[in-house]
T-cell receptor, first 114, second 118 residues
């Protein structure tokens, strides 16, 4: 079946450090890939997405490239801020019975210190 | 962008009572909504897929008689936790997709409802 694997957290960084959160997936067919962010006490928000191989999604300084050969969609940011502290979820969307069902990773908590 | 709301945002109830959580798509019609449960520091667990005008599709291990889902209109889905017990305490999140959206359409999430059962 389909699955998403994320690196375990928490990831603790100092402000302005480089961020990488690894995400790999297993899927049949050609899924779309997403990163969502959840700030404390809130629901999830879409951060970025990529719909086909070699696509790069980007938003708010975050980037992720759809790598079909390595089945990966790692999230990166060149310089993190304290306000980036949140939980980040990697997800894929796959077809199931005429609908598109999302599959989420376990989430990676990011803590950024001043 | 698409907005999904949930009500209430926080509810505390006594053991044995039932609690209804509403999920609304405010500026689009959602033929499909999803209900998730999130435990502290854990990922989202998909509970069920709610389809407008038909029965919900429950994930394996989710009791359909305990978690009643009704999707009576294109903008409203409700989750009722019946005879709630302390182990049902959790963060419940709904999401929706815009109609006729394909695999590359994102989910739009509600802000979540924190249920505490005493």
């Amino acid at each position: 079946g389909n699955s998403v694997t994320q690196m375990e957290g928490p990831v603790t960084l100092s402000e302005e450090a480089f961020l990488t959160i690894n995400c790999t997936y297993t899927a049949t067919g050609y899924p779309s890939l997403f990163w969502y962010v959840q700030y404390p006490g809130e629901g999830l928000q879409l951060l970025l997405k990529a719909t086909k191989a070699d696509d790069k999604g980007s938003n708010k300084g975050f980037e992720a490239t759809y790598r079909k050969e390595t089945t990966s969609f790692h999230l990166e940011k060149g310089s993190v801020q304290v306000s980036d502290s949140a939980v980040y979820f990697c997800a894929l969307s796959h077809a199931s019975g005429g609908s598109y069902i999302p599959t989420f990773g376990r989430g990676t908590s990011l803590i950024v210190h001043p | 962008g698409a907005v999904v709301s949930q009500h209430p945002s926080w509810v505390i109830c006594k053991s044995g009572t039932s609690v209804k959580i509403e999920c609304r798509s405010l500026d689009f019609q959602a033929t499909t909504m999803f209900w998730y449960r999130q435990f502290p520091k854990q990922s989202l667990m998909l509970m069920a897929t709610s389809n407008e005008g038909s029965k919900a599709t429950y994930e394996q291990g989710v009791e359909k008689d305990k978690f009643l889902i009704n999707h009576a209109s294109l903008t409203l889905s409700t989750l009722t936790v019946t005879s709630a017990h302390p182990e049902d305490s959790s963060f419940y999140i709904c999401s929706a997709r815009q109609p006729l959206s394909g695999r590359d359409s994102a989910q739009y999430f509600g802000p979540g409802t924190r249920l505490t059962v005493l």
